[in-house]
């Protein structure tokens, strides 16, 4: 199987589908609510297919590799920058446009009683999840952790976390094998807290509670509480821990007694709680192991092996999966700088479909070509990004105008009322066939509509006099013709005489 039909359990014809239809539908709705200025290029507006958003996130997908300042950059004919794959496949103007309008959910549709903050980018995130935990079933080590998308702009949840490489932006819980990193589920954080059992439980599921599952997590979760609680469902943890979260005080006493090398331990039933002093206190709990001391493969400066707790050498070796999907997804990250969070947040998810992708095309992949090679998470997206842009067949043009829609699910207001015909934004290169018809009874002499750089007084070259040759500007035109001519002497001259 080619690597893109493994993209595709995730991210498929049905969610690019849904990404077209809401891409146009708030298209729609903006025309029918924005008046728009004579000569906005919005007026020429053509709504997207499933083709050209495939090759939209093709493109993004590649930004990530080919990591360029500014987005014009990659459309640029400058030497240094040239790269002729960007415009054979869609034009800078037509990416900009898709990357206004790119949109996730209905606005119209939101009821007025709705509180989820992540209602913009719910579809996407319930169609994500669900193939996540229903394509794979994960080994028997699982870790939980948090993860970050960064994000610096004005955000209700946004979160400041100082230990992580992007310290501000939008947190999410992931759930994640240990040994390959598969993102097995995971939960945007949306500023509204509720008690760690209940995230926990809510996290693994029934698909993972009560299969013997081994939990790794650190102590931002972990409680004597939870641990009992998980252990009722079959389901074992290890992993750091905070005194104030069920440890004995008898226990407490002892910590203030630790030399370096030493440990005490408590336990409670199954649940062990162990304090180890290195250069600081480790504080360890799970229902796992016991409170043994082992040696490590690790020796200190004398050469002599480090002696440490047994929870340790497991903790350290499956709380890496989470850290390990962090490290890939920050390889060829593909969101740039924008406004909109919602779409930071979901190429983000993008990311993640094509990690997941990526791990399992490794896993189950059969094909001797990407076996015998040492086959890279780059050379996978590349192999994709092929695939994924040659499926457009109408580069640079959608399906129907703006003013052509009749979809009842895109043009579902019929009180909407449609933006006046576009206004030519130059003189027609041609003289119009009908400029002779009619008399001055069809052709009417208005004023040159305003200009972004010119909102009083805008100016035009005449087209009598330019044919010859004398440049004189005028602020009057034909409605019919859109073509500037001098009052009276050029205006009839035009439209009387074939010379």
């Keep these: 199987m080619h690597p893109f039909s493994w993209i595709k359990f995730f991210l498929d014809d049905d969610l690019v589908t849904h990404i077209t239809t809401e891409t146009n539908r708030y298209a729609h709705q903006h025309f029918n609510t924005h008046e728009l200025a004579p000569h906005s290029r919005e007026l020429n507006y053509k709504y997207v297919t499933s083709d050209e958003i495939w090759t939209y996130l093709g493109i993004v997908f590649m930004t990530g590799i080919d990591k360029r300042p500014e987005i014009e950059d990659y459309w640029s004919t400058r030497p240094l920058f040239h790269t002729p794959w960007y415009g054979q496949k869609m034009s800078l103007r037509r990416f900009q446009q898709i990357s206004k309008f790119l949109h996730f959910a209905d606005n119209d549709a939101r009821p007025a009683d709705c509180e989820d903050r992540l209602y913009k980018v719910r579809p996407i995130i319930d169609s994500l999840v669900g193939k996540f935990r229903n394509t794979y079933i994960p080994e028997k080590e699982i870790a939980i952790d948090e993860g970050m998308i960064a994000w610096k702009g004005r ?5 400041y976390m100082p230990d992580k490489p992007d310290k501000y932006g939008i947190k999410a819980y992931l759930v994640c094998e240990s040994t390959s990193g598969y993102i097995w589920n995971f939960e945007i954080y949306c500023g509204k807290s509720r008690p760690i059992k209940e995230l926990v439980v809510d996290l693994l599921g029934p698909q993972l509670l009560d299969k013997g599952y081994h939990l790794y997590q650190d102590n931002y979760y972990n409680s004597v509480e939870l641990c009992e609680t998980l252990l009722q469902r079959n389901t074992y943890v290890c992993g750091t821990f905070r005194m104030d979260r069920g440890a004995p005080k008898e226990l407490k006493n002892d910590v203030k007694k630790l030399k370096k090398g030493e440990s005490v331990f408590s336990r409670k039933g199954q649940v062990l709680v162990q304090v180890w002093r290195d250069k600081r206190d480790v504080k360890l709990i799970s229902t796992l192991h016991t409170a043994k001391i082992v040696e490590s493969a690790k020796t200190n400066r004398k050469g002599e092996k480090i002696c440490r707790p047994e929870v340790i050498g497991d903790y350290n070796k499956h709380m890496r999966g989470v850290d390990r999907a962090d490290q890939m997804l920050h390889y060829y990250p593909c969101s740039r700088k924008t406004v909109k969070w919602t779409k930071k947040l979901v190429f983000f998810l993008l990311q993640m479909a094509a990690l997941n992708s990526f791990i399992l095309f490794k896993k189950y992949t059969t094909t001797e070509k990407y076996k015998k090679r040492n086959y890279k998470f780059k050379d996978f997206i590349l192999d994709c990004v092929e695939k994924m842009t040659e499926q457009n067949k109408q580069c640079g043009e959608g399906e129907q105008s703006r003013n052509e829609v009749d979809d009842e699910s895109i043009a579902s207001d019929s009180s909407a009322v449609t933006p006046p015909p576009a206004t030519l934004r130059r003189p027609p290169v041609k003289d119009p066939e009908n400029r002779l018809e009619g008399g001055l009874k069809v052709h009417k002499m208005v004023h040159v509509p305003p200009s972004n750089n010119k909102k ?19 602020s009057v035109m034909c409605a019919s013709c859109g073509v500037a001519l001098c009052k009276l002497s050029c205006f009839n001259v035009y439209h009387t005489m074939k010379n």
Excluded at 460 to 472: D, F, L, N, S
């Design 155 to 159: 955000l209700i949840f946004r979160v």
């Design 456 to 474: 009083n007084g805008a100016m035009r070259k005449c087209r009598v006099c330019a044919k010859h040759k004398i440049r004189k500007e005028t």
